[in-house]
T-cell receptor, first 112, second 114 residues
Framework: QKEVEQNSGPLSVPEGAIASLNCTYS??????FFWYRQYSGKSPELIMFIYSNGDKEDGRFTAQLNKASQYVSLLIRDSQPSDSATYLC????????????FGAGTILRVKS | DAGVTQSPTHLIKTRGQQVTLRCSPI?????VSWYQQVLGQGPQFIFQ???????GRGNFPDRFSARQFPNYSSELNVNALLLGDSALYLCASSFRVRGSYEQYFGPGTRLTVT
């Protein structure tokens, strides 16, 4: 069974700090990796995706992928209280190109 | 452009009843996927449709069914509702980019079964 593991948290960081969110996945065949942000009572919002080993930066967000270690992370720089949410890591199931396998999410709390 | 739309927003049903949830994808997106999210968990894949054909099915009972229409909108049907079907049902619209699919979720339908 394909699995995506995340620390449930909560991860608490002070405003302005760097938040580091981590995720591991079980299927070495996965090729696409996504981070979604979900506010309480809302649906997931796609914030980052990465397909190649290394780093990908978009504003305050950096996604990092290490396929050899089956590890993907999300860094949020200059964290703001508005970043407080649950962050879901999702990985494609290589048997079905469009199926995503999600982790349970990490709760992030940014304290002002 | 409008995002993914879903209806209804909230729904309360009784055990044993049937429910139909609706989804309209982002304009130009031909693929729709359905997910179920129970409180405290990540979304679980139910179905994927592309060009009106089922392309994938998750580990859900036959009480769950879906279809996609010529305009790429989709319906998810759940028969013989159980208390455990209470969840947020998410529709995701996607397009293919460099061999992968970026999926964008609608606002969801919150189903409560009593």
């Amino acid at each position: 069974q394909k699995e995506v593991e995340q620390n449930s948290g909560p991860l608490s960081v002070p405003e302005g700090a760097i938040a580091s969110l981590n995720c591991t996945y079980s299927d070495r065949g996965s090729q696409s990796f996504f981070w979604y942000r979900q506010y309480s009572g809302k649906s997931p919002e796609l914030i980052m995706f990465i397909y190649s080993n290394g780093d990908k930066e978009d504003g305050r967000f950096t996604a990092q992928l290490n396929k050899a270690s089956q590890y993907v992370s999300l860094l949020i720089r200059d964290s703001q209280p508005s970043d407080s949410a649950t962050y879901l890591c999702a990985v494609n199931d290589p048997e079905y190109g469009n199926k995503l396998v999600f982790g349970a999410g990490t709760i992030l709390r940014v304290k002002s | 452009d409008a995002g993914v739309t879903q209806s209804p927003t909230h729904l309360i049903k009784t055990r044993g009843q049937q429910v139909t949830l609706r989804c309209s994808p982002i304009s130009g997106h031909k693929s729709v996927s359905w997910y179920q999210q129970v409180l405290g968990q990540g979304p679980q894949f139910i179905f994927q449709y592309y060009e009106k054909e089922e392309r994938g099915r998750g580990n859900f009972p036959d009480r769950f069914s879906a279809r996609q229409f010529p305009n790429y909108s989709s319906e998810l049907n759940v028969n013989a509702l159980l208390l455990g079907d209470s969840a947020l049902y998410l529709c995701a619209s996607s397009f293919r980019v460099r061999g992968s699919y970026e999926q964008y979720f609608g606002p969801g339908t919150r189903l409560t079964v009593t």
